[in-house]
Nanobody, 113 residues
């Protein structure tokens, strides 16, 4: 079993910053990809950013230049700057390892004045 726990979601004003964190624990073997996804009300879950075990990153066009993903062993973080109302969503962490593909429960981010 793999446990994935996100934290850091909050209410923030437009233009503000927020840092999300995710920790994976349990029976994890050879994590090769970690990432953040988000789901806004009434919309499908979408990719935000991913990072490989070799620290190669990939970003959705909508967050390039504003968000930065980083990782350290079994944790992954998402630094979000210049937040916009359209960034409002539940953010989910995903961890892919040799024998598992695990999701967290999500953390709510609300960008509003």
């Amino acid at each position: 079993q793999v446990q994935v726990v996100e934290s850091g979601g909050d209410l923030v004003q437009p233009g503000g910053s927020l840092r999300l964190s995710c920790a994976a624990s349990g029976s994890i073997f050879n994590i090769y990809l970690m990432g953040w996804y988000r789901q806004a009300p009434g919309k499908q879950r979408e990719l935000v950013a991913t990072i490989t075990s070799g620290d190669s990153t990939n970003y959705a066009d909508s967050v390039k230049g504003r968000f930065t993903i980083s990782r350290d062993k079994n944790t992954v973080s998402l630094q979000m700057n210049s937040l916009k109302p359209e960034d409002t969503a539940v953010y989910y962490c995903n961890v892919k390892s040799l024998f598992s593909d695990s999701w967290g429960q999500g953390t709510q981010v609300i960008v509003s004045s």
